[in-house]
């Protein structure tokens, strides 16, 4: 990774991406991943507000990624700089659900784009191949989608989606003057000279060139605001004529397609995601002004479509909100007008998308979600100016994409402040395929599930609390514990960070289990893995008493020592105590930590009876694990300890 970013009178030399993320792994999984998506653009990531705005200024980035989970203080006023020093950029906001509604009439419109999370690797993909697109020239797509057109709507709906609390100024001109109070992400109050409430709200939409800013003051609990912020937001943009309302019944019948001029093409596009629809249609218009592109966001909707326009080819995705993209090419099939059309299927549960193809004979391409604009034009052109030949589906399996995801962290901390921005270099562009070996590999790329997630170094110290069982343990003469057989309670284990920064890594607070652990040459535990449960650690009731069946006493001149054997109705419970180091988190493919993987420092432990035990505790005994039993799974099924003097 370079320490600096190549550059000329502080321009860098090719197009670039800018990342804001404070979370390490994250920024790095992103990283990875943009190397596929903009393999032409240099990426530069920053973890602090002050570093992201000194790297905007040096490389005027193509795209701003933000990631908003939790909500970044000052971020109006980061984008408000942003606006003005770079008004061409596009903003992607990771981390915020915008609803269903506003989103999908809303639009590319907005100077923010937002992709919630978890979200699949495509979907991501999608949205930066769409942000980063060959836009249309058209008058009305000069500011679509750039910093240019931010305004109010914007803010809210960033604000709100990330239940955020803040006072949000708004000026315009030297005499208009408004403030909205934001408070857990719901508008509680509007005023604008006069005006108050949604009257409020909506002068302050309708107010041109409008300057945002966010106040230092509190948002005021005068509630004047009440509906949910969804319904408002919606309303007040169709107020503004930002979107059409959508009717609840069509005033009349479609109007039957056009024929098309010579030499000209018509396709139906069927998918449910948004910007993967803003990016093929704008991709196809791109590459041919001449032919007539009709998109549907449903199943259903796509087969009218379909059926109305006799399209020369349908791109459809497999996986849609009302049926799949199998029983869409089924009904086409079915319908003498359809029966004749081709499909070129377009998604990322490629195994779904195979066996669909292998099915239907209206299938005759398939390429994998995210795809690059080139590969997708090549075989679109291919498929309609050939006979429509099916692509065999290749059983090889390309290198898996690097990486895919985590999770966020918990709330930022100043300790943070100080982290250094690293700029990533693009990836070297492969050599180009040919159009046999670029269909093979677009189609026998693995789904999104099978990508495996680098381990990301934290290297940071970590407590692991796990009760066990006792199974035997025996005493000195002085009734000291000796060595005890052990095996773990459940498989449930708590993991305490014991610094600030620390506890920022990981979201602590749900639970972990025990996961595959590694020994080295010696037998000795060297890493340990943990997996994220979806429910809170719970501590084991401790037992600090046995239920004798037998007792085994040992001749003193052999050991000197008197085991005991507790019931298995009732045995003793205690809890082991290690510190361990943080090697990393593996990366699951919808961004979200899949295991934590820890480095074992040495053997010593201590053992305790207090549940609520988490670090170091002096009554606590020190010992030295032994021996480790590890089951069939590679999990910590039984321990021999032994007591430190």
Avoid at 634 to 645: A, S
Wanted: net charge negative; aromatic share 4%; hydrophobic share 45%.
């Amino acid at each position: 990774m370079p320490s600096s970013i190549p550059s000329s009178a502080g321009i860098a030399p090719q197009p670039s991406v800018l990342l804001l993320e404070e979370y390490e792994p994250l920024a790095a999984a992103i990283g990875s991943a943009l190397r596929k998506f903009a393999p032409g653009h240099w990426l530069s990531s920053a973890r602090t507000l002050a570093q992201a705005e000194a790297l905007a200024r040096q490389t005027r980035p193509a795209l701003f990624i933000v990631d908003v989970d939790p909500p970044w203080p000052g971020l109006i006023d980061f984008l408000e700089k942003l606006r003005r020093e770079n008004p061409d950029g596009r903003v992607l906001v990771i981390g915020a659900a915008v609803p269903t509604e506003i989103a999908s009439e809303r639009g590319s419109f907005g100077a923010l784009q937002f992709v919630e999370k978890p979200f699949e690797l495509a979907d991501f993909g999608a949205a930066i191949q769409a942000l980063l697109g060959p836009w249309r020239k058209a008058e009305s797509a000069n500011s679509r989608g750039t910093l240019r057109a931010l305004n109010l709507s914007d803010i809210l709906l960033l604000e709100c989606a990330t239940r955020a609390s803040v006072l949000v100024e708004v000026e315009a001109g030297r005499r208009e003057y408004g403030e909205v109070h934001i408070v857990e992400g719901q508008i509680f109050h509007a005023e604008a000279g006069k005006l108050e409430g949604i009257e409020a709200l909506g002068a302050m939409l309708g107010w041109t060139e409008s300057t945002l800013s966010e106040a230092k003051k509190r948002p005021s609990a005068n509630r004047t605001v009440h509906d949910p912020w969804a319904k408002i937001i919606l309303e007040l943009l169709r107020r503004a004529g930002v979107v059409e309302p959508a009717p609840a019944v069509p005033a009349k019948e479609p109007a039957p397609a056009l024929p098309s001029a010579e030499g000209a093409k018509k396709i139906v596009v069927i998918d449910d995601t948004e910007m993967l629809l803003i990016f093929v249609a704008d991709v196809l218009a791109t590459n041919h002004p001449e032919w007539q592109i009709t998109t549907a966001s449903k199943g259903l909707t796509g087969c009218k479509e379909v059926e109305r326009m006799l399209p020369d080819l349908v791109l459809l995705d497999y996986s849609l909100p009302d049926i799949n993209g199998d029983e869409v090419c089924r009904r086409l099939l079915q319908n003498e007008k359809t029966a004749h059309i081709p499909v070129l299927m377009m998604s990322g549960h490629v195994l779904e998308m195979n066996a669909a193809a292998a099915r239907f004979e209206n299938i005759v391409a398939t390429i994998e979600k995210p795809f690059l604009s080139d590969a997708f034009i090549s075989l679109v052109e291919r498929t309609l100016d050939g006979a429509s030949p099916r692509i065999e589906i290749s059983t090889e399996q390309p290198e898996p994409l690097e990486p895919p995801a985590v999770q966020r962290p918990m709330p930022r901390e100043d300790a943070r402040q100080s982290a250094r921005a690293e700029p990533i270099a693009p990836r070297s562009s492969p050599p180009p395929l040919s159009p046999r070996q670029e269909a093979v590999a677009i189609k026998s790329a693995p789904p999104a599930t099978a990508i495996s997630a680098p381990v990301i170094a934290a290297a940071k110290e970590a407590i692991l609390g796990l009760f066990l069982d006792v199974l035997s343990m025996q005493f000195t003469p002085q009734l000291q514990m000796g060595t005890i057989r052990a095996k773990p309670s459940s498989k449930t284990v708590s993991l305490h960070l014991p610094s600030g920064a620390s506890r920022d890594s990981l979201p602590v607070e749900t639970g972990f289990e025990l996961g595959r652990t590694e020994l080295d040459p010696t037998g000795h535990i060297a890493t340990l893995r943990l997996i994220p449960t979806l429910k809170p650690f719970q501590p084991a009731k401790i037992r600090n008493a046995f239920e004798i069946s037998d007792v085994a006493v040992v001749p003193g001149a052999a050991r000197e020592r008197v085991q005991l054997t507790p019931t298995m109705a009732a045995p003793m419970t205690m809890q082991l105590l290690a510190r361990l180091d943080m090697a990393g988190v593996e990366l699951s493919p919808t961004f979200q930590v899949s295991e934590v993987v820890l480095k074992w420092r040495d053997s010593k432990v201590r053992v305790t009876f207090s549940a609520k035990a988490t670090a170091g505790e002096s009554n606590g005994a020190a010992f030295e694990i032994a021996v480790v039993q590890l089951d069939a799974a590679g999990r910590i099924d039984e321990l021999l300890l032994n007591p430190i003097r």
